[in-house]
């Protein structure tokens, strides 16, 4: 059976956006044919792609899918809408072009929940002069060699998995293999190119740091952007919902992966896994302290929100790169280095609201999850955020 003739016109309305912009489409697994007929197709005008997403949201109610599958489609016209708007040089509010995104409403953090997550600092690496200095002292004695990271990264990916298909089994001949590049905004990226594979690449223009190399792998792999794909891939994509060949940036999609992908680590190994990581450390000969980097972790998931209240400065209220980047250094605690680093990823046009899928996507789905009765329901909702075609309002209706 063909897919749904509405669901085809949605795929071939975000592969037209790949047109525009190069990388738009982050994955697409559907039908060969449909791609080449976008590819060869003339170049899209952003305001007729914009008109035909608000065209499909009104055949919706009367297309005869499942409730669950319109809400999904439902809330991607509308960011696809928006996405087209603003290549068509739409002056759009950087608050409501989120919430049209990602289905998420967006505001300033709390500066009194960073400066905790200083005082908590403090007390996990004491000592004299400024905490920023301490901080750079302790990532740096925290930094990968150069020549180990490909081995370091092997043996994480490798534990991961098999934890992961203990718990979430996947396909026998599923893998990932990774490649270190450079020039990127990102510090690691998941290209899942089909047929249960996937090509990890991890920026080697960033230091990677031992403490934060399993949350990495986690993230883009194991139980991450990699099992996800898997999953959805041989449970939706194979029972008929064509909708999830297709994966775009700046939709509620990206929010529902990048909370998932970022709640991995403490899913799928759960408190203590610092020491967990320690071991895997010792069998490669090198030296790390489980228990701080923990600790260390989590007062830093408090400052989270600091990277989204420097996008809502930057777009929002207009202010300069400089001052930004003093806000991100202040309350960041990072270098000079870092928090141009971030910029860069937070001045990108096609990038500069993604952050928002870090921070509400790991607020909405961390919330959801800690509310689950006990263990083994906190492990089935993350399966169901593997396997379902879920939404962030879905989630809050739940």
């Known amino acids: ?83 087209g708007r603003k290549f068509a040089g739409d002056d759009i509010n950087f608050i409501d072009e989120v919430r049209a995104y990602f289905d998420v409403d967006i505001a300033p953090g709390d500066e009194a929940d960073y400066r905790e997550a200083h005082r908590q600092l403090e007390e996990t690496l004491p000592g004299d002069g400024e905490l920023l200095d301490r901080l750079t002292t302790h990532r740096r004695g925290d930094e990968i060699p150069p020549e180990r990271l490909r081995e370091c990264v092997a043996a994480f990916s490798g534990a991961l998995r098999e934890l992961v298909r203990e718990r979430y089994p996947l396909p026998d001949h599923e893998r990932v293999e990774y490649e270190v590049v450079g020039d990127k905004p990102w510090s690691g990226f998941n290209y899942y190119l089909g047929n249960y594979q996937s090509r990890v690449a991890i920026n080697s223009d960033l230091k990677q740091h031992m403490s934060q190399l399993p949350h990495l792998i986690a993230h883009e792999s194991y139980p991450g952007h990699h099992t996800e794909h898997c999953r959805k891939e041989a449970g939706l994509v194979a029972a008929g919902q064509d909708e999830q060949t297709l994966f775009v940036v700046n939709t509620p999609q990206c929010l529902m992966a990048e909370g998932l992908a970022d709640l991995a680590l403490k899913s799928i190994v759960g408190p203590g896994w610092g020491v967990w990581a320690q071991e895997i450390y010792a069998d490669l000969g090198l030296r790390f302290d489980g228990e701080r980097a923990e600790r260390i972790s989590a007062a830093s998931a408090n400052l989270l929100g600091v990277r989204q209240d420097a996008a809502l400065l930057l777009h929002d209220r207009r202010r300069d790169a400089d001052e930004v980047a003093l806000f991100l250094q202040r309350w960041s605690l990072t270098t000079p280095e870092r928090a141009r680093q971030s910029l860069r990823f937070l001045s990108s046009p096609l990038w500069r609201a993604y952050i928002s899928t870090y921070v509400e996507g790991y607020k909405l789905l961390g919330g959801w999850l800690n509310a689950a009765a006990d263990a083994g329901e906190r492990s089935e909702r993350f399966r169901r955020l593997l396997d379902e075609p879920l939404t962030p309002g879905a989630i809050r209706g739940m």
């Open 1 to 83: 059976m063909g897919a749904h003739p509405l669901v085809t016109d949605y795929l071939r309305l975000g592969l037209a956006f790949d047109r525009l912009e190069e990388g738009f489409v982050d994955a697409f697994t559907g039908d060969p044919a449909l791609r080449r007929e976008v590819e060869n197709a003339p170049k899209p005008d952003p305001r007729d792609l914009a008109q035909r997403a608000a065209a499909l949201r009104k055949e919706l109610p009367e297309a005869g899918l499942s409730s669950e599958r319109t809400e999904f489609l439902d809330a991607h016209l509308v960011a696809l809408e928006c996405s």
